[in-house]
């Protein structure tokens, strides 16, 4: 099992098959624009 996380918010994006565990970093959709990250500047 592969899992997809967002590397500013640690939410779950997406799961993928693999033979181990797997976990790779991205941007979820509200983190991936520069105007949602300064909204967002609250965590
Ligand atoms: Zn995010």
Redesign the pocket.
């Known amino acids: 099992m592969g899992t997809i996380v967002?590397?500013?918010?640690?939410?779950t994006?997406h799961f993928f098959d693999d033979e181990k565990v797997t976990v790779l970093y991205g941007?979820?959709?509200?983190?991936?624009t520069e105007k949602n990250r300064k909204k967002?500047n609250h965590q």
């Open positions: 967002c590397q500013d918010c640690n939410s994006i941007k979820c959709n509200n983190c991936c967002s």
